[in-house]
């Protein structure tokens, strides 16, 4: 009688699959090097948050701008670019993690191993794929929090919605690691790595490009932001969670913050974050297709 695999024999190769990914990741040194890069951002952001502060606490507008929260100015400012370079390093992050994860391993003789029995190939791959989401999450989360625990030690500023703008960060974190994870069926790591940056990059440019549209009145450039957003939901998924900083913020305030360098920053509702969702899944179920049909 041959023995088949049951479904908690699958589990529990996917979380041996998952910590081997993540120990050759540490062997590799590659979060070594995401920690000191990282140290020393914060550190950049510390001294410069400090002296923003600083500086704004020394204003004195007068007229309109005596109306002005100028704390909650710099603090949203700031913030969000803090949001931004975190997000960026998550997807430096995302991409590493899931770099090579079918063709260069087949290549180098490294997966054929793992999807043999009683590992399944969707099993391998959904491991390695969640065991790189959850990392890539986990650092945006503890980049957010903490530059937002500066923030407010230096100025004395929150964000209004702190929990859902760092959730919607790390989701935008987890989509991008599931293109990445697509990628990596049908391209060669260097290829899969410049094309997953690429993307990335072209997403973010495509939401500035949508703001430029909204001051100027253009449609055509909201129309293109607009299908960007749902062809590659992690901007919007960013621009959601820059959207919470200040989602409770009004006044002349709010109204200076529309016309700041994320003043474009809007919410996508329910129907975003069920799109991206289904995103996700469609993604994984693409990448898993894909390696089932692939000769390794």
């Known amino acids: 009688m041959t023995a088949t ?7 529990r190769a996917a979380v041996i699959i ?4 993540l120990r050759e990741t540490v062997r590799r040194r590659v979060l070594v090097v995401v920690a000191l890069l990282t140290v020393a951002f914060l550190g950049l952001y510390a001294l410069g948050a400090s002296f923003a502060f600083e500086e704004t606490s020394e204003f004195g507008g007068g007229g309109f701008g ?10 949203a400012t700031l913030e969000g670019l803090a949001m931004f370079a975190t997000l960026f390093l998550g997807a430096i992050l995302a991409t590493f993690l899931t770099m090579g994860v079918v063709r260069g391993d087949a290549e180098t003789g490294m997966l054929q191993p793992l999807i043999a029995r009683p590992a399944a190939r969707s099993t391998v791959l959904i491991a390695r794929g969640a065991g790189a989401a959850t990392v890539a999450a986990g650092y945006v989360l503890l980049v957010y929090f903490v530059t937002v625990a500066i923030t407010y030690a230096t100025g004395d500023w929150a964000p209004d919605h702190l929990l859902q703008a760092g959730l919607l960060l790390a989701l935008a974190a987890v ?6 994870l697509l990628a990596s069926v049908w391209l060669t790591s260097t290829a899969q790595g410049i094309a997953v940056l690429m993307t990335y990059g072209g997403g973010i440019t495509a939401g500035l490009l949508g703001q430029i549209g909204d001051a100027l009145g253009s449609e055509s450039l909201e129309r293109v932001s607009v ?15 820059l959207y919470q900083l200040t989602a409770s913020t009004g006044g002349l305030t709010g109204f200076a913050l529309s016309l700041g360098p994320f003043g474009g920053a809007r919410t996508g509702g329910a129907g ?14 693409l990448a898993v297709w894909s390696f089932r049909r692939r000769d390794i």
């Open 5 to 11: 695999a049951t479904p908690p024999s699958q589990a």
């Open 18 to 21: 998952a910590g081997h990914a």
């Open 66 to 75: 005596r109306d002005i929260d100028q704390r909650a100015l710099t603090g």
């Open 175 to 180: 989509t991008i690691t599931c293109i990445s």
């Open 227 to 241: 299908v960007t957003s749902w062809a590659l939901p992690f901007e919007a998924i960013y621009q959601s969670a």
């Open 272 to 285: 975003l974050l069920a799109w991206t969702i289904a995103y996700v899944a469609i993604l994984l179920g």
